[in-house]
């Protein structure tokens, strides 16, 4: 936990200095697998952990807002070289392994004398209030990174991509455990935080729509939301959401750029591409049309 403290603080963000490699990289990455394996533990068998997020805030106060601070953008370039990119980004997928298993759907529930559900979700509230600004930053940094004034081809334009993936990827990562974990109570809760969370992802799919690694995890969330009643939901959480989704969803599914043949494609592997378009935009597009009707019918 002090590992993890000491590198969420605004001295010690990952990637900070000045570009010759943090010794604090390998390290952080292990104290943040470490705390994912002993959250796992659990000697019932029961479920994938042995703690639930209230459970844990309760036994290290604030180690929730710290995990969190690690998925925010690093001080602008501060990471130049595609090494020290890489282990951010390893960093971040550690992070997002955690909470992932922490508050996603196998996730345990608060003992009835530590508070119960109402203590797990008020520790969740804690990390989606987090997580928007999180995300928000970090899909603004992709943006940034991949405009037309940015170049892949240099190290620290590829470095800058590399980074700021790692946390849109991450961040997504986190509210679709939060949304299948509780998808009513994402769905049916406090309006404001249920749509802005919401809005964080088509914010994350929007910076990088022909990213898959970003648009399949997003497929997820809203199918999430979607799992719970129209009726039941925020208003802005139904067509409104839904009907937005069409130009993000066609980056996704799109062929890769500059596509000639699978047997020259480097990047995309085709058959888990073909696998994202037949299974999860397959249904997301039918989840959308439930949603839309004739209004998605114009847009295509």
Request: charged share 15%; net charge negative.
């Amino acid at each position: 936990r002090d590992i993890i403290a000491l590198a969420s603080s605004p001295a010690s963000t990952p990637g900070s200095g000045d570009g010759s490699g943090n010794p604090l990289f390998p390290l952080l990455k292990a104290a943040v697998r470490c705390l994912n394996a002993w959250v796992r533990l659990d000697d019932s068998g029961a479920s994938g952990c042995g703690v639930s997020p209230a459970e844990l805030e309760a036994l290290s106060p604030g180690i929730l807002s710290c995990l969190l601070h690690l998925l925010a953008p690093p001080p602008a370039a501060a990471v130049v070289r595609q090494s020290d990119a890489e282990a951010v980004a390893a960093v971040r997928t550690a992070v997002a392994d955690l909470l992932t298993d922490l508050i996603g759907s196998s996730g345990k529930t608060c003992t009835a004398a530590a508070g119960g559900e109402a203590a797990d979700a008020a520790a969740v509230t804690v990390v989606v209030q987090q997580l928007v600004p999180v995300g928000r930053q970090a899909a603004e940094s992709l943006g940034a990174a991949t405009s037309a004034g940015s170049s892949e081809a240099t190290a620290a334009g590829a470095a800058a991509v590399t980074v700021a993936l790692s946390g849109v990827v991450a961040a997504v990562r986190v509210a679709v455990a939060v949304a299948e974990r509780n998808p009513g109570g994402v769905a049916t809760g406090p309006g404001e935080a249920a749509v802005e969370l919401a809005s964080m992802v088509v914010a994350a799919v929007a910076a990088s729509p022909s990213r898959r690694e970003v648009t399949g995890e997003a497929c997820d969330f809203f199918l999430a939301i979607n799992s719970v009643p129209s009726a039941e939901r925020h208003p802005a959480l139904c067509a409104p959401l839904f009907g937005a989704l069409l130009p993000l969803l066609a980056g996704g599914v799109a062929y890769p750029a500059g596509f000639r043949g699978w047997e020259e494609e480097v990047e995309e592997d085709e058959e888990a591409w073909a696998m994202f378009r037949e299974q999860q935009a397959a249904e997301l597009l039918e989840n959308m049309y439930g949603q839309c009707r004739t209004a998605l019918v114009a847009q295509l």
